[in-house]
């Protein structure tokens, strides 16, 4: 059974042909996608893009713009667009059209998907890549929310609501400079936090890790390089003062209970980690929200973008780093929480005669840039200067969407491979 009705898609596109408002209406709600017949998709995409562009809607433009698309005789012509606009029964019902072709547009992509998972089933196809493809195409079939108008008066109140409020703006990272700066990371950013190799982008992500679960936030980390055991070997040196080398080589000495007291501690604060070597941002995406469900997660860190397999077969690498930076911008949204996106640079700093890292350093893409609500860079001058205090370290804010650029300063302490306040 194919779910759609001829009469609502024809009734529809009557109302953006006949009523100026109603054509708002339509346009602000569906997409071409969301009909079923051929030609109504191309009377509609025709619709739209003269909608967009502000011009008027109406038989003469709207066949006039098919015909330079090719699209009007497949269509059916200026006569059956003629006969949509004499068929349409009232433009006062336009939210009853639209909503009838949402819902038959819903149905057929259940349909579509159920039939897919039960081919992918058949063909042998991992579990686990079924359930990663069922999560993220079960987005498109949610219905979409409608654009709503916010009087100033209720915006106003709400933000005086807000700033009145006791709660903190977001998670603080524990660094005083940081936090200072960007008042938390909020629900809903991508914080991009990026440096050169021997920077210390792992052992800072794992610092405000450890900083925001010692003040029982609940945080998600996804590590894409390391197996879990030597990540873990991380936090417990940071959190105990344990040297790595020491943990690493099980040499432990007189450091022993230190080590043990650090390790039982890291069992009761709220991180969990997740082994996401070869990962796609799906398979990434269909973990978080299964925590998520089943617990409540306020903050992912993932370590880091260029490890994780693109999804897409085409294009240039700009391309496929654009896509998934998308991806976990809209994943922040969805799961209303920051995510913390680790990410190299190239090569470029190498270069120059300051060190410093720039946003044109960005690796691979400008949508990474675009994309991030913050860009921090971590730069340690000793790194290229031995004559530089080994533990003097600075957070460069590069971007901040919502706040003043500028330079904090960190303290580096090698033996631990973390980052602290000066």
């Known amino acids: 059974m194919v779910h759609y009705s001829a009469a609502a898609e024809k009734s529809a596109l009557g109302c953006c042909l006949m009523s100026k408002e109603a054509c708002s209406r339509v346009c602000g709600s569906l997409i071409s996608g969301d009909f079923y017949e051929e030609a109504h998709q191309a009377i509609f995409s025709a619709i739209l893009s003269l909608y967009n562009e502000g011009t008027a809607v109406d038989l003469v433009t709207v066949s006039d713009r098919m015909e330079a698309a090719g699209s009007l005789d497949i269509a059916g012509g200026i006569e059956y667009l003629t006969d949509i606009a004499r068929f349409l029964p009232s433009d006062a019902h336009a939210n009853e059209y639209i909503a009838i072709i949402q819902d038959h547009s819903r149905r057929r992509k259940l349909s579509e998907l159920s039939q897919s998972i039960a081919a992918a089933l058949d063909a042998g196809e991992p579990t686990e890549s079924v359930l990663s493809a069922l999560t993220q195409t079960a987005v498109t079939v949610t219905p979409r929310k409608e654009r709503s108008i916010i009087a100033m008066d209720e915006a106003a ?30 629900p809903g950013e991508l914080i991009l936090l990026a440096g050169r190799p021997a920077m210390g982008k792992t052992a800072m992500a794992i610092s405000i890790a450890l900083n925001m679960a010692l003040n029982n936030h609940n945080i998600l980390f996804a590590e894409c390089e390391m197996p879990s055991r030597d990540l873990t070997a991380r936090f417990v040196s940071a959190l105990s003062t344990v040297p790595l080398v020491s943990i690493r080589n099980k040499q432990l000495g007189s450091e022993a209970d230190r080590f043990m007291n650090a390790a039982i501690r890291l069992t009761e604060l709220p991180v969990k980690l997740i082994d996401s070597s070869g990962w796609t941002v799906s398979q990434l995406r269909a973990a978080a929200m299964k925590e998520a469900a089943a617990d409540s997660v306020e903050a992912l860190i993932i370590d880091y973008l260029q490890l994780l397999t ?7 690498t700009n391309d496929m780093v654009a896509d998934q930076t998308k991806r976990l911008k809209m994943l922040a949204r969805e799961l209303n929480i920051p995510i913390i996106l680790l990410s190299q640079l190239n090569r470029s700093v190498e270069s120059r005669e300051d060190k410093r890292p720039r946003l044109s350093d960005l690796r691979d893409s400008g949508a990474i840039e675009q994309d991030a609500d913050a860009v921090i860079f971590l730069y340690r001058g000793n790194v290229y200067d031995e004559q530089i205090p080994a533990d003097k370290a600075e957070a460069i804010v590069s971007k901040l969407r919502n706040g003043p650029i500028g330079t904090d300063y960190l303290r580096w302490r090698p033996a631990t491979a973390s980052y602290h306040n000066p």
């Open 310 to 316: 693109t999804e897409r077969k085409s294009g240039t």
């Open 157 to 186: 109140s709400e933000l005086v609501d807000y700033i009145q409020s006791p709660d903190v703006p977001g998670l603080m990272t524990g660094f005083k400079g940081l936090d200072n700066r960007m008042g938390g990371l909020r």
